[in-house]
């Protein structure tokens, strides 16, 4: 502008100049600031010379504000960047929101703006910026622990914040015991769940350990055709030690016990009786096996004078067998068979007879009958009465005395 010495004083034209991240403030005589000092607009008149005057600027100062953005806990102080006096370091989150992770900033809320990491540095700023924390929902996991199990696997399950979830059904085996739920402790001492239990609002990751309970299996005891007795049956509890079984209480006549058996036909898993038995499966039925009882007949001559008869072999459940033929003699005498007492007074057997199921062994005693004299006696009368004949011929008066003797 041109002002002329004497006349009214001019007005200085307006600024028309602009500097980023600057606000003009006057104008002054020295480009540095340390000459004479205008306003904008300022009053001039009889200059003596032509002057120069140089724009003064000052830097720009903004503040940046941090948003929590929806955040539950947690404040922070502005942040104020003065243009062209370096970076400024952003001050470290101190935001917190359940169930969810801070990711960063952003210049709008929604995350479509400018995006700054938690301590990046900002500088040059030409206007006022807030910052809105960005949050990412926490995954949480679900994992299963088979505590224990030597089998199978329950896979583990994912669900964000603020969902719901089921609790898996059980994969796991463990042999000996059966699955009795989840906990969030190993021993039980935690919060249980059913498989199918809903959870929700998880605020951290979760394992669910299998609870087991030990299999208890019942021991019953089979007979297998005794004709007496019994045994009550027997609990075994899988992993609390061994179980000696109860001695036998059955009988069968004519049998001996000799043990026991998963069959009753002998073809299983064999078990002495008073074995221990542990760590079942299943329940258990044990068959009561029998040998069958042999027996000794043996034969006594009961007075013979030669012979001999030989003892046999009877055993219980077979067939019938015919007593061994008498071998036995005695002088004039005939066999009449035999007797489980030796005066006859027991139990009689024909020679020959058959016999079976024995409970014990047998002695058999022969029987005698004295062989009949009547012929003898006969001649022993004739001749008495052919001298009594004779006698009475001769005409002799005679008495006859004679004894007769059966032999």
């Known amino acids: 502008m041109q002002v002329t010495y004497g006349e009214a004083a001019k007005a200085l034209t307006l600024n028309g100049f602009s500097r980023i991240g600057y606000s003009f403030s006057g104008w002054n005589t020295q480009a540095d600031g340390e000459g004479a ?25 903004y503040t940046v504000t941090f948003d929590g953005n929806g955040s539950t806990s947690g404040t922070m102080d502005p942040v104020s960047v003065t243009y062209g006096a370096g970076a400024v370091t952003l001050t470290s989150n101190s935001f917190s929101k359940t169930g ?41 996991t679900i994992s299963y622990d088979g505590n224990g199990a030597d089998g199978g696997s329950t896979d583990a399950q994912n669900v964000e914040y603020g969902g ?10 463990r042999t000996g015991y059966s699955f009795a739920g989840w906990n969030t402790q190993a021993d039980g001492e935690g919060t249980s769940y059913a498989a199918g239990d809903e959870i929700a609002d998880m605020t951290s990751i979760l394992t669910l350990y299998a609870q087991w309970t030990a299999d208890t299996y019942a021991v019953t005891f089979d007979g297998n055709g005794s004709t007496s007795g019994s045994i009550p049956s027997v609990s075994v509890t899988y992993g609390a030690g061994e179980v000696t079984l109860p001695a036998n209480g059955f009988t069968k006549t004519g049998y001996t016990f000799t043990g026991w058996n998963t069959q009753a036909n002998g073809g299983g898993v064999s078990y002495a009786d008073g074995s221990s038995v542990s760590d079942l499966l299943s329940d258990l039925t044990l068959y009561a096996q029998w040998t069958a009882d042999t027996y000794t007949v043996s034969f006594d001559g009961n007075g013979s004078t030669s012979g001999t008869t030989a003892s046999m072999q009877v055993t219980y459940g077979e067939a019938a067998k015919a007593l061994t033929a008498n071998g036995f003699t005695r002088d004039d005498y005939s066999f009449a068979g035999w007797n489980t007492a030796a005066d006859g007074s027991g139990t009689s ?46 005409g002799a008066v005679a008495a006859v005395h004679y004894n007769v003797i059966r032999p």
Request: aromatic share 12%; charged share 15%.
């Open 37 to 61: 000092v205008f306003v904008d607009g300022a009053l001039v008149s009889d200059l003596t010379e032509s002057i120069i005057l140089y724009a003064q600027w000052t830097a720009n100062t």
């Open 100 to 140: 969810y992770t801070f990711s960063g900033w952003n210049t709008q809320a929604d995350g479509e703006g400018t995006a700054y990491s938690d301590g990046d540095s900002v500088s040059d700023l030409t206007s006022a910026i807030t910052l809105y924390a960005q949050w990412t929902i926490i995954t949480y």
């Open 164 to 173: 719901t979830l089921a609790v898996s059904l059980n994969g796991f085996t």
């Open 349 to 394: 057997y024909a020679d020959g007879a058959e016999i079976s199921d024995l409970t014990a062994d047998l002695v058999l005693y022969a029987q005698w009958e004295k062989d009949d004299g009547a012929g003898a006696g006969i001649a022993l009368l004739a001749l008495a009465t052919a001298i009594l004949i004779v006698l009475f011929v001769a």
